[in-house]
Each structure stands twice: as structure tokens, then as C-alpha cells.
């Protein structure tokens, strides 16, 4: 070999190691971001699955008792609400998981409020339906959170993808950004005072 192509046969194996590291990281990239957008449905079909499950839990209350009306509405409008915040795989950026986040909060708060007065209606908690209904609320709710967990876990393996080295430099130049996720909401370090 001449001298004189030492350089271009360098050059030419630096181009050819850039290039098939790059697409490496570019399809490790794609299957990280499809598992992630995976998880985020099946966070968004476990919180569908509660919404779904709170019109018969309204009407089940409302045929049983003669329940309070304010707390009815307040589940209903924030169901409403909760339903009404719509998040794409594609911008699961942190302040818009936020706002998901505090919507069905709101939910969740309602929903707690409804079932706390439930205990003034011993007819309504001996329900066989509304008994039902409770237990498979319940269970959407720990289903909710394994679906969180689980979502977090691809996230955070998805962003320490995108922000290691040499993968920071690929993240940056085909255009993957960091993800968010669910945390802890405000308060929930308290322990959560009970009067008697």
C-alpha cells in the first residue's frame, strides 16, 4: 500500500465505523421510543378502563340512594376533565405528563370523596352492584400503577439511552429527546392525618 492512501483508508474506516454506529444507536433509539410508547398505552388504557368504569359507578349510587348531589357532579366533572387532557406518545415531555398527571389527580380525589360518603348509606355499601363495581375500581387503581411503574422503568432506561455517551451525540443529531415521567405528586410524603 502507498503511503499516500494511508489517510483516505483511515478516513474511509472512521466513516464507515461513524456510520454503522449511527444507525446502531438510531435503531436502539426506535425500539426504546416504540417500547415507550407502548407502556404510555397501556398507562392510558388502565386510566380509560377507570373512566369507564365511573358512569355505572354514578348511576349505581344515584339508583340506590338519595345521594348527594354536589359530590355526584364534582366525579363527573372530573372525569370529564380527566378524559378531556388527551396525551400523545410523541410529546411525553415532564410538564405535559404533569398536567395528565394532575387531572387524574383530580379524579382520583373526586372518586375518593364519593366513596368516603358512601359510608352514610349502609343500603348503597350492600349493594351487590355497587360491591362490584368498588372492587374492580380498586383493581383499575392498582392496575393504574403497575402501568406507571412500569411506564417510568422504559422511560428512564429510554432517556439514560439518549443522554450516555456516544449516544448523546446520535440522540442530538437524529433528533431524540428526553421523556417524562409520572412522579410522586405534592404531599405525598405526608402521612395522611386520620380523625376520629
Do not use: H
Request: net charge neutral.
Amino acid at each position: 500500500m502507498d503511503r499516500k492512501n494511508i489517510p483516505i483508508v483511515i478516513t474511509g474506516i472512521l466513516a464507515l465505523f461513524f456510520f454503522f454506529s449511527g444507525c446502531g444507536a438510531y435503531n436502539g433509539f426506535v425500539n426504546q421510543e416504540v417500547s415507550v410508547e407502548e407502556a404510555w398505552a397501556k398507562v392510558q388504557s388502565a386510566y380509560q378502563r377507570r373512566a369507564d368504569l365511573i358512569p355505572n359507578l354514578v348511576n349505581t349510587v344515584k339508583g340506590v340512594a338519595d345521594y348527594e348531589k354536589g359530590t355526584l357532579e364534582a366525579v363527573t366533572k372530573a372525569r370529564a376533565s380527566a378524559t378531556g387532557v388527551t396525551l400523545s406518545a410523541d410529546d411525553l415531555t415532564p410538564g405535559k405528563i404533569q398536567q395528565f398527571q394532575e387531572a387524574q389527580s383530580q379524579l382520583s380525589g373526586a372518586l375518593s370523596r364519593l366513596l368516603v360518603s358512601v359510608e352514610k348509606y349502609p343500603e348503597l355499601k350492600a349493594a351487590s352492584s355497587f360491591q362490584e363495581l368498588q372492587v374492580q375500581l380498586e383493581g383499575t387503581e392498582n392496575r393504574i400503577k403497575v402501568e406507571r411503574d412500569r411506564f417510568n422503568e422504559v422511560v428512564a432506561d429510554y432517556n439514560r439511552s439518549v443522554r450516555r455517551f456516544p449516544g448523546v451525540i446520535f440522540a442530538g443529531l437524529f433528533g431524540f429527546e428526553r421523556k417524562g415521567m409520572f412522579e410522586a405528586e405534592s404531599g405525598a410524603d405526608k402521612a395522611p392525618e386520620v380523625k376520629f
